[in-house]
């Protein structure tokens, strides 16, 4: 859950692209990717969250960043060439209550790092176009603090455009995912009143907002399916929730919960599609099948064969997955 991991609380990503008539963006759905490595976020000895990159296997770890700082929620650029993240880096007082958080990119080796953003109040939840030329984020622009709405910009940090308006109800807009055809994104939205969740799609110019799940599903960080047709994301439908991975129609129908962890005491979180589309990784904790622990898993796309990427599983959380030709 990006909230809980951002802001310090429990540990539980909308594309954007453009399309072609709105002044580019790209298509990447027609153009068969393969599964490279993984990003993901852990907390290093001092309790700040770090990003790593691993083989898809999980083997070779290294961490990309080390500062005094959170640095996480990285997203592969598509074909590899940088990792996009946030980071509370540029805070000058992080203890203060005015907090600052920018997105940033960098190469995969953790260098040539470049702040997008300006320092003013909140930026998060960073989310390529299918083409690599813009990036979708979440962001409060400093004069409404908290109240993150969904924003797109040229990779560069130029061409700032917001995407979604927050009505008065509305808590907050986060998490914007690109849809394979460059046309729309997904997001998720909180309401206060009470506190509750659901996903939306919208087109990027703002137009066509739509709702997908119902409030009381607790849907949270969404991921498209490569071609475009469903999309999986994390829930929390019950009061006693440990997390659920579901998927649904790209047009809100067929609502699925894929792993039942209310019958077996696990909880699931922060899924995304492999690129090929074969696999669905998320984080798992469970009991079963010879695995105990908490740690990265993969899944087939209806559920069956749930297992942990690795022998001796770990924590890590938010992952992202390379999607290279």
Known sequence: MRQALGLGLLVTLVVLALSACAGGGGSAQEEARHNGGIAFMQQDLDGFWQTWVANKDLSNRTKLTNKSADSGWAVWKPGGAKLAFDSDRADPDPTDSEAISDIFTMKPDGSGVVKLTASEGLSSDAGWSPDGSRIAFASDHANRPGRQEINV?????????????????????????????????????????????????????????????????????????????????????????????????????????????????????????????????????????????????????????????????????????????
């Not at 997904?186 to 409030?215: C, H, K, M, N």
């Not at 589309?277 to 990265?296: D, M, P, R, V």
Request: proline residues 8%; glycine residues 10%; aromatic residues 8%.
């Open 153 to 325: 910009m040229d990779a560069d940090g130029s061409d700032v455009r917001r995407v979604t308006t927050l009505p008065a109800e509305v808590e907050l807009d986060l998490a914007p995912r690109f849809s394979p055809d460059g046309t729309k994104l997904v997001f998720t939205r909180y309401i206060t009143d009470p506190e509750r969740s659901a996903l939306f799609t919208v087109r990027i110019d703002g137009s066509g907002l739509r709702q997908l799940t119902p409030w009381g599903n607790g849907a949270e960080d969404a991921d498209w399916s490569p071609d475009g047709t469903k999309i999986v994301f994390e829930a929390y439908p019950g009061e006693n929730s440990r997390g659920e991975v579901f998927t649904i129609d790209a047009d809100g129908q067929q609502l699925t919960n894929l792993t039942d962890n209310h019958r077996s005491g696990g909880g699931s979180s922060d899924p995304l599609w492999s690129p090929d589309g074969t696999k669905i990784l998320f984080l798992s904790e469970h009991a079963f099948s010879g695995e105990s622990g908490i740690g990265l898993a993969t899944m087939n796309p209806d559920g069956t064969d749930r297992h942990f990427i690795s022998s001796e599983p770990q924590e890590m959380h938010q992952p992202d997955w390379e999607s290279v030709p």
